[in-house]
């Protein structure tokens, strides 16, 4: 009986000093990512189409006119395609949207936003795709008569929607303002 008091009493011990109540939890961490301000010129490359560019970007001048926009900070690029329109915009129109929605087995959605800016002579549609899909980010535009362009956003690295979620929403601004001040040459 003794033994089985002594047993008891020093688990007791041992729990009654052990046990310390003043726990805290631990706050929730946050990823904290500092991007560059945003500052915009024109695109200084000669080109059938012009629009603004971030400052911070690096243009890489590619054949027929196309264009690669990298974020080298961010390990990312916009890819730009141009096409003239030959009696093709039909073909050009499904192409763009295949490419979209390629992307729908990863994909978790696909959000579109058409542009009509009858002043300039902009029609496009922009598609968020949201997921672990290899683009997050695409869009067309085109003046329905001579020139038609296509983009892309691809990083470099396995995609995970999760963590590359703030670097997409800064790039979509400057893809925003990229279509919003798209013109064309005549």
């Avoid at 007791?12 to 990823?31: G, H, T, V």
């Avoid at 096409?83 to 499904?94: A, F, G, R, T, W």
């Avoid at 087995?105 to 696909?110: D, M």
């Avoid at 968020?128 to 038609?148: C, K, R």
Wanted: glycine share 2%; hydrophobic share 40%; aromatic share 16%.
């Amino acid at each position: 009986m003794h033994k089985v008091f002594s047993i008891f009493l020093i688990s007791f011990l041992f729990s009654f000093f052990s046990c310390n109540s003043d726990f805290l939890p631990k706050p929730k961490a946050y990823l904290s990512l500092e991007y560059p301000e945003k500052n915009y010129h024109n695109l200084a490359i000669e080109r059938p189409y012009f629009f603004d560019i971030q400052k911070n970007t690096i243009i890489v001048d590619e054949t027929n006119n196309w264009l690669k926009i990298q974020y080298p900070t961010l390990k990312a690029s916009v890819d730009i395609t141009y096409k003239p329109i030959k009696n093709n915009l039909q073909e050009l129109l499904v192409d763009a949207e295949k490419l979209v929605f390629k992307h729908a087995v990863k994909a978790e959605q696909i959000i579109p936003k058409d542009f009509l800016n009858y002043e300039k002579r902009v029609f496009g549609s922009m598609y968020e795709i949201t997921g672990n899909a290899a683009s997050n980010l695409q869009f067309h535009a085109t003046d329905s008569t001579h020139h038609f362009i296509k983009g892309a956003l691809y990083f470099y690295a396995k995609p995970n929607y999760d963590s590359i979620l703030p670097a997409v929403e800064y790039i979509k601004k400057d893809i925003l303002r990229l279509i919003e001040s798209l013109e064309w040459k005549q």
